[in-house]
């Protein structure tokens, strides 16, 4: 099996006196769609920004895509090539309008104008969300906020998605709805959810992070 991202013996604490990962090993392989539940607080969002870097371990390696990532300039390569779609969607979400944020990731990988403007089109009616182009992204309601922050991720056409609870705060059937989009998506997931159906219809394998960062 091709792993795609690979944590080995990962310790992590925001102050050291309280560890929140402590030796964790864990593998994404090429195909899976891993849901990863546990507490509140027990370090589940801290293990997705791990696999990006957006924070860095104090112990312990991180591969992804072939090489061990280590340093701010090796991530920022992980982070073209594997999507994070964060818990809070304002952390996603800054630009001014729907259209700016769901082009951002395009035009940053180097597409053209009118390249992103297409990619734009067709992720948001993917979405069921068009015409919400022109929208002042802060005006959106929280399930449309939480949709285009998806369409921000997805209109990068990463390998590996990372979704922090994708399905939090959707009524029912646009939570039914976004469970058939990541149903059809070919990517490898870590889906980060106590959602029963994310678990029973959508992931091959179930992980609980537990105290002290144990997972089984
Ligand atoms: N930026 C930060 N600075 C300090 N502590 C933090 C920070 N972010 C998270 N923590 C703490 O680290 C621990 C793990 O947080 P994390 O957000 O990873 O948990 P989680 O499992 O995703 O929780 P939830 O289910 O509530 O989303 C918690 O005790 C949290 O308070
Ligand atoms: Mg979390």
Do not use: W
């Not at 090993?25 to 791990?50: Q, Y």
């Not at 594997?82 to 700016?100: I, K, N, S």
């Not at 069921?128 to 929280?142: C, F, K, P, Q, Y």
């Amino acid at each position: 099996m091709t792993s795609l991202v690979r944590l080995d013996g990962v310790t992590f604490a925001y102050d050291p006196a309280r560890p929140v990962l402590d030796r964790v090993d864990f593998t994404l392989a090429a195909g899976e769609r891993v849901a990863l539940n546990g507490p509140n607080g027990i370090g589940k969002t801290t293990l997705l920004h791990l696999m990006v870097g957006l924070v860095l371990p104090q112990a312990g390696c991180i591969h992804a895509f072939g090489r061990e990532r280590r340093c701010e300039k090796d991530f920022v390569e992980v982070r073209a090539r594997a999507g994070l779609l964060f818990q809070d969607a304002d952390d996603q979400l800054f630009c001014p309008t729907v259209a700016e944020d769901v082009a951002f990731g395009p035009l940053n990988l180097g597409k053209s104008k009118a390249e992103a403007r297409r990619i734009v089109h067709a992720t948001l009616e993917s979405l069921g969300l068009a015409g919400l182009e022109e929208r002042v992204t802060h005006t959106l309601s929280g399930g449309q906020r939480r949709l285009v922050s998806l369409a921000a991720v997805l209109a990068m056409a990463p390998e590996v998605l990372l979704l922090d609870e994708p399905t939090n705060a959707l009524d029912e059937p646009t939570r039914a709805r976004l469970l058939e989009i990541l149903g059809d998506l070919p990517q490898a997931m870590v889906i980060v959810s106590h959602d029963r159906d994310v678990i029973e219809r959508l992931a091959t394998r179930t992980v609980r992070l537990e105290a002290g960062g144990r997972l089984s």
